[in-house]
């Protein structure tokens, strides 16, 4: 090979080690998260060739629907109390803003929670599920609860995620993902174009800025307060939005004449 060949492939080399393959790759794809059958890998995480550290939890949810799992996020879930007691050790704080009854897809869950042993303060903007999956196909009764994830004190999206609930014959079953390492600097709910972006996507940048351990207490984290609502959350559902009649008014015996 001549040096100009040698030149070309040292710089494809380059490009590949910093920006990852295939460089500048886009966002995650519904691919497998929508069938009926298993993939490969439902719990665990995988760095993938971009750099993105993907984390996966499957959640058996014996007794729910995938219609409650809509309705925590969507009606019930208001106040720091409700939060506390999806995660009691890891949760604690919480607010929202834009939030319309009976709506998350627009709003914005601002939390602290623990992720393993760091506190951290986070604003997780809901977006419709086409916005993160690039060929999302739900089923009738699926629900897909997607979010942009980020710091909450400062205008930068970090993660994207989706929890995809299905219901089976003995409840539900939840496919959570997190794709950490979607980087972009925030403009209100926008992201917009930003050094921040350019760099922070780079390969490079990726697995220097995240480690095989937040990727597992990430894993960790959505296992347990997955399984907590599991635990609760059929009850709960009965108990909020059965309806029940009145009770019949007394009426007091007259005394004859």
């Known amino acids: 090979m001549n040096k100009w060949t040698y030149g070309a492939v040292a710089l494809a080399a380059l490009i590949v080690a910093v920006f990852g393959w295939p460089p500048f790759s886009g966002g995650p794809s519904g691919k497998g998260l929508l069938d009926d059958s298993y993939m490969s890998k439902e719990t665990g995480v995988q760095r993938q060739p971009n750099g993105i550290y993907e984390v996966s939890a499957l959640t058996r949810m014996p007794g ?17 109390e409700h939060y506390k007691r999806w995660h009691p050790t890891a949760h604690v704080w919480m607010d929202w803003e834009n939030k319309v009854p009976g709506e ?15 506190l951290l303060k986070l604003r997780i903007q809901f977006v419709p599920p086409e ?5 999302a196909d739900l089923k009738p009764g699926d629900v897909a609860v997607c979010a942009k994830a980020g710091l ?9 995620m989706c929890h995809i609930i299905r219901d089976t014959e003995f409840g539900a079953e939840m496919r959570s993902r997190f794709w950490m390492g979607h980087i972009a600097r925030r403009d209100g709910n926008d992201s917009v174009f930003s050094i921040e972006g350019v760099l922070g996507n780079t390969y490079l940048v990726r697995t220097l800025g995240i480690g ?3 990727a597992v207490a990430l894993m960790i984290h959505a ?10 959350l059929p009850g709960l559902y009965v108990q909020e939005t059965v309806w029940s009649p009145a009770p019949m008014p007394t009426v007091e015996p007259q005394s004859g004449n």
């Open 131 to 135: 916005e993160i999956l690039t060929d």
């Open 64 to 80: 729910v629907k995938a219609e409650m799992v809509r309705w925590w996020f969507a009606d019930y879930m208001q106040t720091t």
């Open 223 to 232: 296992i347990e307060e997955m399984g907590t609502l599991a635990d609760f």
């Open 152 to 160: 909450l004190e400062t205008p930068i999206y970090l993660t994207r």
């Open 212 to 214: 095989q351990d937040d």
């Open 104 to 118: 998350y897809v627009g709003a914005s869950h601002l939390v602290h929670e623990y992720i393993g042993s760091e």
